[in-house]
Nanobody
Framework: EVQLQASGGGLVQAGGSLRLSCAAS????????IGWFRQAPGKEREAVSC????????YYTDSVKGRFTISSDNAKNTVFLQMDSLKPEDTAVYYC???????????????????????WGQGTQVTVSS
């Protein structure tokens, strides 16, 4: 069974940093895309970033470019989201999601779509105070 577990959230001041982890089990890290999404109270769940294999493509939403960095450790079946220069508007529950079997990676026109992902983790809370 494919399972995803997001962790690493917490409470930080504006300008601080957090590193989120998405630990996966039940599949091999070779043909996949793993995305990070976030949902603030009263808001739609939105895409933040995505990394795919084997193509190695990385995507970010505009609001986090230059501040967030996604990476993977395939040997540990884990994807990370390093979040620097955090802003109060980054406050949300962060979720990781996966879609498997993409031999050519996830297309640029669908990486941000919630419907593109088959599996979802439980989410981890990120709170950024001003």
């Amino acid at each position: 069974e494919v399972q995803l577990q997001a962790s690493g959230g917490g409470l930080v001041q504006a300008g601080g940093s957090l590193r989120l982890s998405c630990a996966a089990s039940g599949f091999t890290f070779n043909t996949y895309a793993i995305g990070w999404f976030r949902q603030a109270p009263g808001k739609e769940r939105e895409a933040v970033s995505c990394i795919s294999s084997p193509d190695g493509k990385i995507y970010y939403t505009d609001s986090v470019k230059g501040r967030f960095t996604i990476s993977s450790d395939n040997a540990k079946n884990t994807v990370f989201l390093q979040m620097d220069s955090l802003k109060p508007e980054d406050t949300a529950v962060y979720y990781c999601a996966a879609v498997l079997g993409l031999r050519a990676g996830i297309p640029a026109n669908v990486w941000w779509r919630r419907a593109a992902y088959e599996y979802w983790g439980q989410g981890t809370q990120v709170t950024v105070s001003s």
